[in-house]
């Protein structure tokens, strides 16, 4: 690498600080809102944990998809899903997004980065369908351990993701302890509610 190269690095890296700060709709278990990174480093975790029951899966890639899912929220924030509108194009922005952030990068980084994030969000891989199976199934699992606001939607989340965490036999599991979850909380949510 080049001294141009590398200064396009640490300028693309400044601008992914964002992700420090840019905040989701989940709140910790203290209260305080999420930021998209503390998200990515938690899938990472998870994708950690699962590796050994995931043989066939090219770790490194799975890991460098959950790296990257959600880089284009530096830019434009993230749009949670109970509030996304049919007929938006939410990838479309954010991939947009993506590529004016990766900008300063020399041209084969960007390159893998862009092919990453397509395979993500095309699903278009067996790493690409547990990276976004793990992606759910953490924003569910922050969204009970959570101290949310009292109108939290925890029902929502019932069906939130479906699609990508009913077909592999481990992540389906999981999802099913998550639901469990998510009920209870609900529950707790509405008993709360009609006590005020």
Known sequence: ?????????????????????????????????????????????????????FPGIDYSKLVKMCIIHDLGEAIGGDIPAIEQEAGNSKAAEERQDLLTLLQPLPEQVKKNIVQLWDEYEEAASPEAKLAKGLDKLETILQHNQGRNPPDFDYRFNLDYGKKFTTEDPLIASIRTILDQDTETRAIESDANRLSD
Request: proline share 0%; net charge negative; aromatic share 8%.
């Open 1 to 53: 690498m080049n001294a141009s190269d590398l200064h396009g690095i640490l300028e693309f890296l400044r601008h992914a600080e964002r992700l420090k700060i840019e905040t989701r709709t989940a709140f910790t278990s203290e209260g305080l809102r999420e930021t998209v990174a503390e998200h990515t480093w938690r899938l990472c975790l998870m994708s950690l944990l699962f590796e050994e029951s």
